[in-house]
């Protein structure tokens, strides 16, 4: 009996707090949760605080915009959680963003990490999109809820594989991977590709993402005289492949695919870097529309610029927030058909989705490290439709 | 005995009731149930270990390898993968009943195919052999996606089914969903309580850890475990006993695989995603840990290991990302990027679990909840004056031996086995 | 995956040329195994000098290898930083240092760790070793972070061609120190004084010590020339590829320890052969074996060659190739 009173009392405190609370935060804003969810620690946590910085550019401009869906003023809130780029905690993160009852979800970095925890966010309906996972399987399984905002490998495969045997005219190939998700599924679309082009992959072998030894490789590849290696690994394993290749004497044309360019790689290979070809997704930062305004925001708010996925995650998350505020809604039931619909020039570039969430006309670059910096080659758009099975 | 039935009793209650009571509090909530499942798996597999380790004496570093197998098995044969693989006519849907037994089977077979050839081998060789099975192991499943593309390599199996039970055929076609007579992942009310998917899974895991440790028990009073318990402590001793040997050795190694087996193909079904990341060599040290740090040899010691080990790191984890922020605002003389390495809540844990590892070892290798015995074992030399006036020379000679210092006056006069 | 390319009009001059081709492969694939055998080699030695005189296997051995090279990286990056002009001076002063390092860390480790535990059941002293490898992984990334330090350009790398093959001057110089490095343990072993002690002690601690040898001091030692060499071996391994990681020590000690075991463990001469012949077969392994078995196994196998070559070795010598040396334990 005293302690029914005790929590009837409590409970009038409370109320009276909250709502005396409430009123002085002098905005009857309702907050809306958007959820990241990406590497915040481990090897990939520089990539993964750059995935949440763009998010977070991108909540602070709409909360400067004072935006309202329907009627009601909202504020933007970012729900932050940390995977550390393991499959495990990313499925245990996502059931966490699920509770905190986000409205929509930016991440995961990684495809090993997107994959699973994207069954998580189609059970409870809460669209996911990535702003960085490019492994095919993530829009292949049927979820109606989930984008990316670059494009995924298969597309970057070809066009590389297309860009290898006709633009750079080589016709005897090897082809190495680092036997990690990302890299087998990305090498593999380059064979095809490559034998698409009637190029001849001459060499098909493999290593571990751990290896920095591929003397046995490469020296397969020179006994076979292939005109160009390419290598589906991430800068630290490309930059001792370019120099055990000078040391070597294998004059072939390297090109990796991973995270480069970046700064760093002429540092780790010192001169065997001259020459090598890499790809990005997207379009370089100063070549998009708005990119360098954008890393002057990121610059002016964290002290670093632009990794490598920012603009896409703040593009992504404007998709969600435009998405919303046209629907008028942020039930992700009621916003999911204008998200789909999108239609809108983000700084990456066009955003639109095509019916499996991909994104339509992807761009990639092409550059050529010459001279001390990377170089644009190209940029390449627009073969993605075939975009059939894995 | 009715208040050892009567304890145990009240535990099982408890830990029946805990998922709710998380759920319930709101700063923990579904993900911390989540952990606790997974808490259950670790448990289950600490149990296997601790019989090759703990009763029988023998050093598996590779027992990852078999959680592996149970989980791939689970993952072929309850997912699209081999229809998509073109190796089979529709997406697998095999009964639940079928596929545990099968898995318990399939990893026990490793077992002892993996203790065959390594039968003759001291426990130095034996540590570092058995940790290149699970490597290999790994590695193969890693690679068997050519030439013909059995599990699907570093992209792993997705798409696992849950845990359901059904009347439907054992494939069926792409595109079709079986009609699920019941399935572990829905939800339903009980007594008025809200029981959701995660705590399903969780009652479900209990219910399997706690009749694996009836069997633990059973396995550990029983001839074949005292057989085990016998070859640990004097191999020689024990054949000339007239114990087989070999067949305990391999029969250890199949049992202790059986749990992970059957671990792993819960743990397919329960994340829904199998890869080979999955079943790395720090999870097998894990393992290892688990059973050591608890006790081994000691059924509550290994559960207690295994529930702290899995539990703490989600713990620490939320405290340093909790302090991190907090020491990056106030601590200005170091910079930021010394501090972010220094901070790293993984490396943090990883720090801490080494040390742990050091410090148990070092001053109470019997583990933390032992039993008397194995306490006795590790420390009677503590106590013994003997030991001490001879120098170490004695004891270090038994122990060399491989024997436990307790039986140090049986054996001082031979000096080699 | 034949090679199909443009190949000269088939005649004598052709197939010599060929056959030459193939043999120039063959022995680039064989020096680069050296290469990485000789670095093996030397972290082995470390495994089994421990192994042979107190029976342990030091797990943290390749954290320490580890520790060498990160530490020789930062050192040079600072000295460089300085001033200090490149060349093989500057490498020399700052492997030193680096050496001196290893050494204290090895010291600690045997006198704190060890020591203490040398009565102990076999498992607990490993798992110690399992737990102070995991400290020194992690401490190291704090201190010089998680990715990959590049190795400072001190020594100008160019090719030079041996028998046919690519080697970098760098590689070949490797080979050789490690030959000097090898004698000079075979003539401290088997021609010192101190050499004798370690032998002594290996073969029976208890009467070592009744023969008036300080079991401590020479274990001490022993753990400090695995240090030494250690990190010489970290060194090489890191000017190798250019660079150097916190995760390096793990894959590379269990691997130097599968060649020592491989070998013959407590058996210097069996670490040496074994270090070289595991670098031969990794090579060989990863260049030829998807020919061999037709795409089956490939160059994705590379790591756990080793394994299975020890598991196959152990099935059928268990005391390895040749031969054990240590005193007659259960």
């Not at chain 1, 990313?90 to 495809?111: C, E, K, P, W």
């Not at chain 3, 030692?221 to 990190?231: D, E, H, P």
């Not at chain 3, 890191?238 to 000690?253: E, F, K």
Request: net charge neutral.
């Amino acid at each position: 009996m005293r302690f029914q009173a005790f929590g009837l009392k409590f409970l009038m405190a409370a109320l009276a707090v909250g709502v005396t609370a409430g009123t002085a935060a002098a905005d009857d804003a309702e907050v809306i949760k958007i959820g990241f969810a990406g590497p915040l620690t481990g090897p990939s946590a520089h990539q993964g605080q750059d995935v949440e910085h763009g998010v977070s550019i991108a909540i602070d401009e709409a909360n400067e915009q004072k935006l309202k869906i329907g009627t009601t003023p909202v504020r933007f809130k970012l729900v932050s959680e940390d995977d550390a780029g393991d499959p495990r905690t990313g499925t245990s993160v996502a059931q966490r963003l699920v509770d905190a009852g986000v409205a929509v979800v930016i991440g995961h970095y990684n495809s090993g990490t997107s994959i699973p925890a994207s069954k998580i966010y189609a059970d409870a309906g809460i669209p996911q999109i990535s702003p960085s996972a490019t492994n095919p399987m993530l829009t292949n399984q049927g979820i109606g809820s989930v984008f990316r905002v670059v494009n995924d490998d298969a597309t970057l495969g070809r066009y590389a594989g297309d860009y290898i045997v006709d633009k750079l005219g080589a016709k005897r190939v090897a082809v190495i991977d680092d036997r990690t998700a990302y890299g087998q599924g990305l090498a593999d679309e380059v064979v095809k590709a490559v034998k698409a082009a009637k190029g001849d992959v001459v060499v098909r072998e493999y290593t571990n993402d751990k290896a920095t030894d591929f003397n046995a490789i490469l020296t397969t590849a020179k006994a076979k005289n292939v005109d160009l290696v390419f290598f589906a690994a991430l800068d630290y394993q490309a930059a001792p492949m370019a120099k055990q290749m000078k040391n070597l004497g294998l004059t072939a044309k390297f090109m990796n695919i991973g995270n480069l360019p970046n700064d760093d790689f002429q540092k780790m290979a010192g001169s065997a870097a001259e020459g090598v070809y890499a790809w990005n997704y997207g379009m370089p930062l100063q070549d998009m529309p708005r990119g360098a305004a954008f890393e002057q925001k990121l610059k002016a708010k964290f002290g670093t610029g632009v990794v490598q996925s920012s603009p896409f995650a703040y593009d992504a998350t404007w998709a969600a927030i435009s998405a919303m505020v046209k629907a008028q809604s942020a039930e992700p039931a009621k916003y999911l058909p204008a998200l789909k619909a999108s239609s809108y020039d983000g700084v990456t570039g066009a955003i639109a989705f095509d019916d499996k969430g991909n994104l339509k006309n992807a761009a990639a670059t092409v550059f050529q490290f010459q001279g001390g910096k990377w170089n644009t080659l190209s940029i390449e758009r627009g073969k993605q439709q075939q975009n059939a099975g894995l | 005995m009715n208040n050892t039935y009567l304890k145990f009793g009240l535990l099982i209650l408890a830990f029946i009731a805990l998922p709710f009571i998380v759920n319930a509090v709101p700063y923990l909530g579904p993900s911390w149930v989540r952990i606790l499942g997974f808490a259950m798996l670790y448990v289950l597999l600490a149990l296997g270990l601790n019989i090759v380790i703990g009763y029988a004496g023998l050093l598996d570093m590779g027992y990852i390898g078999f959680y592996a197998v149970g989980a791939y098995l689970y993952a072929l044969l309850s997912s699209p993968h081999l229809s998509m693989a073109g190796l089979a006519a529709g997406v697998m849907n095999w009964p639940i009943w079928l596929i545990i037994p099968m898995a318990a089977a399939l990893a026990g077979l490793c077992g002892v195919l993996l203790g065959a050839p390594v039968l003759k081998l001291r426990g130095d060789y034996l540590a570092i052999v058995t940790l290149g099975f699970g490597e290999i192991i790994r590695i193969f499943m890693n690679n068997l996606d050519q030439p013909v593309n059995v599990t699907n390599g570093p992209q792993g199996i997705s798409s696992i089914a849950p845990i359901h039970i059904d009347a439907g055929a054992w494939s069926y076609a792409a595109g079709e969903a079986p009609h699920a007579l019941f399935s572990l992942h829905s939800k339903w009310s009980l007594f008025g309580l809200q029981v959701t998917p995660v705590i399903n899974y969780y009652l479900f895991f209990l219910l399997i850890v706690i009749f694996a440790i009836v069997m633990s028990k059973r396995l550990e009073n029983s001839r074949i475990g005292r057989a085990w318990m016998a070859l640990r402590e004097d191999e020689v001793a024990a054949e000339a006993m007239g114990l087989n040997k070999r067949n305990i050795k391999l029969l250890a190694f199949g049992m202790g695989a059986t749990f992970g087996g059957v671990s792993g193909s819960l743990f397919a079904s329960y994340q829904g995603f199998v890869s080979p990341e999955s079943f790395t060599l720090m999870e097998s040290i894990m393992v290892l840990a688990m059973v050591v740090l608890g006790g081994m040899g000691s059924i509550r010691g290994v559960v207690l290991g295994a529930l702290v080990l899995s539990v703490m790191p989600e713990l620490f984890r939320d405290l340093v990302n909790w302090v991190q922020p907090v020491i990056m605002d106030n601590v200005t003389f170091i910079s930021r990027d010394v501090l972010r390495n220094i901070l790293d809540a993984s490396t943090l844990r990883m720090l801490a679990f080494g040390i742990a590892l050091v410090l148990v070892m070092r001053f109470r290798p019997e583990g933390l909840w032992p039993s008397g015995r194995r306490r006795a074992e590790l420390h009677d030399k503590d106590d013994d004056p003997e030991a001490k006036t001879l120098g170490s020379s004695a004891s270090a000679e038994a122990s060399k031996a491989g024997r436990s210092t307790s039986t140090v006056h049986f054996h001082r006069g031979e000096a080699k086995a | 995956m034949v090679p199909v390319g443009v190949l000269p009009a088939r005649d004598a001059l052709y197939e010599e040329t060929l056959v030459e081709a193939q043999l120039n492969v063959l022995m680039q694939q064989i020096l680069n195994g050296l290469v990485l055998g000789s670095i093996y080699a030397l972290v082995a030695l470390g495994y089994t000098m421990v192994y042979g005189i107190i029976g342990l296997i030091n797990f943290a051995h390749g954290e320490v290898v580890m520790v060498g090279a990160m530490v020789t990286i930062s050192v040079l990056t600072m000295l460089m930083g300085f001033g200090m002009s490149a060349g093989v001076l500057t490498l020399l002063f700052a492997l030193m240092i680096a050496c001196v390092i290893c050494m204290l860390l090895a010291q600690g480790m045997e006198k704190f760790a060890y020591r203490p535990l040398r009565k102990a059941p076999r498992l607990t002293p490993l798992i110690l070793a399992i737990g102070i490898s995991i400290i020194l992984q992690n401490a190291a990334m704090m201190i010089w972070g998680r990715g990959y330090k590049t190795f400072p350009e001190v020594i100008e790398i160019h090719p030079v061609n041996f028998l046919g093959a690519t080697l970098t001057n760098v590689q070949l110089s490797i080979m050789v120190i490690s030959v000097v490095i090898m004698f000079g343990l075979w003539v401290l072993v088997d021609k010192t004084k101190l050499g004798k002690a370690m032998r002594a002690t290996a073969q029976n601690q208890e009467v070592a010590g009744l023969m008036g040898i300080n079991i401590n001091r020479i274990i001490s030692a022993t753990f400090l020339i695995g240090a030494a060499l250690g990190s010489i071996a970290g060194v090489m391994r890191a000017i190798n590829y250019g660079q150097a990681d916190a995760y390096m020590g793990l894959l590379l000690g269990l691997k130097a320890f599968s060649a020592a075991v491989l070998g013959g463990i407590g058996n210097l001469f069996g670490a040496m052969a074994g270090g070289i012949l595991l670098g031969l077969i990794e090579s060989l392994a990863a260049g030829y074996m998807g020919q061999v078995t037709d795409g089956f196994l490939g160059s994705n196998y590379q790591d756990i060659f080793a394994f299975m070559v020890l598991v196959l070795v152990l099935l059928v010598r268990p005391n390895g190739l040749m031969g054990e040396r240590m005193a007659d334990r259960a």
